[in-house]
């Protein structure tokens, strides 16, 4: 998958098939839309996703990083990234399609949710695109909302179900576990003399996570010795008040593995909410309560 950031700088050398958004998440709605685009490289169409983003430091569902292995594995040709710059943001509805779909990204096809809003003030619509579909020589597709339980699946939706730890909800609107990637760092070693020795990494900044507490979770190692292996575990997020940091983390203990991680990215995908993070009286209350979460973990996966 190629990436480019910014629409202004760049023209295609061939015809594409375009969807367009924010994509924050690239839930099962977001997925259906690119599917489509994906389906016309048959036709000999490269697949273009285009994400505009109103401000970079609104927390998002995915990091760049993220997001861009996600597309990749969605079979996308091409990542257009693109900040909601002046240019952008007061450009006439009109002139957008014009100027940057059809001219400059060469779109044959395009598909786009029925919410889908473009162009100065928000006054583009899928109307104003089936208007001129016809003169500018493109399809265009309106693709209904994907749902769930009665409720179209959007990134609020799944927001939402974040910030009251339903992760396994959250799994369910984005079609994947709700995932944290970062790399491996040299901790405190705590987990290591309670005989549990565990992973910790500490989230891209912005990226939203569920509330703090202990999770069954499993783990994808990306790099290193053990790349494409995939463990089973518990994950605690927070700031491990019994012993006291100073940031919020991400420590996973992971079942059946010895090893070595340091330094490696690793991929921790959460599952199911166990209980909120709390602080104990010492270390051996903490060891106690660790050895019940590993149970909770070992009798999810198991059931």
Same mark, same amino acid.
């Given at each position: 998958?190629?990436?480019?950031?910014? &629409?202004?700088?760049?023209?295609?050398?061939?015809?594409?098939?375009?969807?367009?958004?924010?994509?924050?998440?690239?839930?099962?709605?977001?997925?259906?839309?690119?599917?489509?685009?994906?389906?016309?490289?048959?036709?000999?169409?490269?697949?273009?996703?285009?994400?505009?983003?109103?401000?970079?430091?609104?927390?998002?569902?995915?990091?760049?990083?993220?997001? /861009?292995?996600? &597309?990749?594995?969605?079979? @996308?040709?091409?990542?257009?990234?693109?900040?909601? =710059?002046?240019?952008?943001?007061?450009?006439?509805?009109?002139?957008?399609?014009?100027?940057?779909?059809?001219?400059? =990204?060469?779109?044959?096809?395009?598909?786009?949710?029925?919410?889908?809003?473009?162009? !100065?003030?928000?006054?583009?619509?899928?109307?104003?695109?089936?208007?001129?579909?016809?003169?500018?020589?493109? $399809?265009?597709?309106? @693709?209904?909302?994907?749902?769930?339980?009665?409720?179209?699946?959007?990134?609020?939706?799944?927001?939402?179900?974040? $910030?009251?730890?339903?992760?396994?909800?959250?799994?369910?609107?984005?079609? !994947?576990?709700?995932? @944290?990637?970062?790399?491996?760092?040299?901790?405190?070693?705590?987990?290591?003399?309670?005989?549990?020795?565990?992973?910790?990494?500490?989230?891209?900044?912005?990226?939203?996570?569920?509330?703090?507490? @202990?999770?069954?979770? /499993?783990?994808?190692?990306?790099?290193?010795? !053990?790349?494409?292996?995939?463990?089973?575990?518990?994950?605690?997020?927070?700031?491990?008040?019994?012993?006291?940091?100073?940031?919020?983390?991400?420590?996973?203990?992971?079942?059946?593995?010895?090893?070595?991680? !340091?330094?490696? =990215?690793? $991929?921790?995908?959460?599952?199911?909410?166990?209980?909120?993070?709390?602080?104990?009286?010492?270390?051996?209350?903490?060891?106690?309560?660790?050895?019940?979460?590993?149970?909770?973990? /070992?009798?999810?996966?198991?059931?």
């Amino acid at each position: 998958m190629k990436y480019i950031e910014g &629409l202004m700088d760049y023209t295609m050398d061939r015809d594409t098939a375009v969807t367009l958004g924010k994509f924050d998440g690239l839930h099962r709605g977001h997925q259906k839309l690119i599917g489509k685009i994906c389906a016309k490289q048959e036709e000999g169409l490269e697949s273009v996703v285009v994400t505009i983003w109103p401000d970079p430091k609104i927390p998002a569902l995915l990091t760049k990083g993220e997001k /861009k292995e996600r &597309l990749k594995s969605l079979g @996308v040709s091409w990542w257009i990234d693109c900040p909601f =710059l002046p240019e952008i943001s007061h450009m006439e509805p009109e002139t957008f399609v014009r100027e940057i779909l059809v001219r400059r =990204l060469r779109a044959k096809y395009i598909a786009i949710g029925t919410d889908f809003r473009f162009g !100065y003030q928000r006054k583009g619509d899928w109307k104003l695109l089936l208007a001129l579909q016809q003169e500018l020589n493109y $399809e265009l597709e309106i @693709v209904e909302k994907e749902t769930y339980e009665g409720r179209e699946i959007s990134s609020t939706y799944v927001k939402e179900a974040l $910030e009251q730890g339903k992760v396994d909800l959250a799994g369910k609107l984005l079609g !994947y576990p709700y995932t @944290v990637q970062g790399e491996v760092l040299h901790g405190r070693r705590i987990g290591r003399t309670l005989g549990m020795p565990t992973t910790n990494l500490i989230p891209s900044a912005g990226k939203i996570l569920p509330p703090n507490g @202990v999770y069954a979770s /499993k783990t994808q190692i990306e790099t290193g010795d !053990y790349a494409g292996r995939s463990f089973a575990g518990v994950t605690n997020i927070g700031y491990k008040p019994t012993i006291g940091e100073y940031f919020r983390g991400v420590e996973t203990y992971l079942f059946d593995f010895e090893g070595d991680l !340091y330094g490696e =990215l690793i $991929e921790v995908q959460l599952y199911a909410f166990e209980r909120p993070e709390q602080k104990f009286s010492g270390r051996e209350e903490l060891k106690e309560q660790m050895h019940r979460d590993i149970e909770f973990g /070992k009798e999810y996966f198991s059931g």
